[in-house]
């Protein structure tokens, strides 16, 4: 058993009003009863489609946005939106890394510049330059002299994430939160960044959630994947297993696209799921088919699946999957 969520969502959805055209307005119905756990020293990995929602749960989780329903808990604890001082305390254990290092630092100013103002912000009291060399060391720019003049433009595209997961270290997190950290690299950094990130959970006892279109790098990163189609989740499990014997109609499709799972890192580009052949596209989520989303798509989709979404049922070793073909009517959620 592992430890107690450090970080869950708990049934969470999520619904943006958005203008369309004539001054009308549309919902788009992000995310769907969503639950989710992240615990210290493991990894979560969270697939699936572009616009499915995986940023979308981040957000929530780094209280972005309120969502629509359910709840956000640290420890247990309900959180909300938070301003000031209550929204420091948060971010001093919840952080974020991004797809594009330049979003997270200040292209203007130097490394030092931009890991200093990240222990200013929290109120570190140490000292703060042997601080900053140490979180360098931490994320292997060494000898740290070397970068710790540079801006961020001089730097690669590997070293100038190690700088934005340095300045995320910076407050000490117990969270981080990986929106494809990884995707926009190098394919020969891919490798060494996500063993960057494998040591800060195993070193650091960091919960981790790892955003990604690549299953490979899911696998070899993750404990356990999770996947989501449209806003819903549709299974998880311990990686292995979700990889070796997928149940979700959606899961195989997504595994058939894949290049090649048993890679370390795919070589492909930020998108690494081949077209789905003859399968369509992901529908739009202003006004999304009902039931379980996947139903147009899916290949054994059954008349329940139009109207309902099936209930999780869960195998003993924790693969899980809501799906139609493993339930029952009377189990709709
Ligand atoms: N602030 C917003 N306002 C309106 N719609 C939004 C907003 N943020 C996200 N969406 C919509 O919510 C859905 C989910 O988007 P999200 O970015 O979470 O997906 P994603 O799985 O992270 O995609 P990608 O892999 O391309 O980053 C999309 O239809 C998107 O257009």
């Not at 329903?69 to 948060?90: D, Q």
């Not at 919960?207 to 690549?214: P, R, V």
Request: aromatic share 6%.
């Amino acid at each position: 058993m592992p430890d107690p969520a450090v970080l869950e969502a708990v049934d969470v959805s999520m619904r943006f009003t958005v203008r369309g055209g004539l001054g009308r307005t549309a919902t788009v119905r992000a995310l769907e009863h969503v639950s989710l756990r992240l615990h210290r020293g493991r990894t979560v990995a969270l697939v699936g489609e572009s616009g499915s929602g995986k940023t979308t749960l981040a957000r929530l989780f780094a209280l972005m946005y309120q969502p629509t329903s359910g709840e956000i808990r640290l420890r247990g604890e309900p959180v909300g939106v938070r301003r000031g001082s209550t929204a420091r305390a948060y971010y001093s254990e919840v952080q974020m890394v991004l797809q594009d290092p330049f979003a997270s630092l200040n292209p203007m100013h130097t490394v030092r510049h931009n890991l200093r103002r990240a222990l200013r912000l929290h109120h570190f009291d140490g000292d703060l330059e042997e601080r900053m060399h140490e979180l360098l060391r931490r994320v292997s720019l060494t000898p740290t002299q070397d970068f710790i003049g540079k801006l961020p433009h001089e730097l690669s595209g590997g070293q100038r994430q190690r700088v934005s997961i340095a300045r995320a270290l910076a407050v000490a997190p117990k969270v981080l939160l990986g929106d494809e950290p990884i995707s926009m690299l190098d394919v020969s950094m891919r490798l060494d960044l996500l063993n960057l990130l494998a040591s800060l959970r195993d070193e650091e006892g960091l919960a981790l959630l790892y955003i990604t279109h690549d299953i490979a790098s899911a696998r070899y990163l993750a404990e356990e994947i999770c996947v989501m189609y449209a806003g819903q989740l549709v299974e998880g499990g311990p990686a292995e297993q979700v990889i070796q014997n997928p149940q979700h109609p959606y899961t195989k499709l997504l595994l058939e696209a894949s290049p090649d799972p048993a890679r370390t890192v795919s070589a492909a580009g930020q998108s690494s799921f081949l077209p789905i052949a003859d399968a369509g596209e992901p529908p739009s989520l202003i006004d999304p088919p009902g039931g379980c989303r996947f139903h147009p798509r899916c290949p054994v989709a059954k008349a329940e699946c139009r109207t309902a979404f099936p209930a999780r049922t869960s195998a003993a070793d924790g693969h899980w999957t809501n799906c139609w073909l493993y339930t029952s009517e009377s189990e709709a959620s």
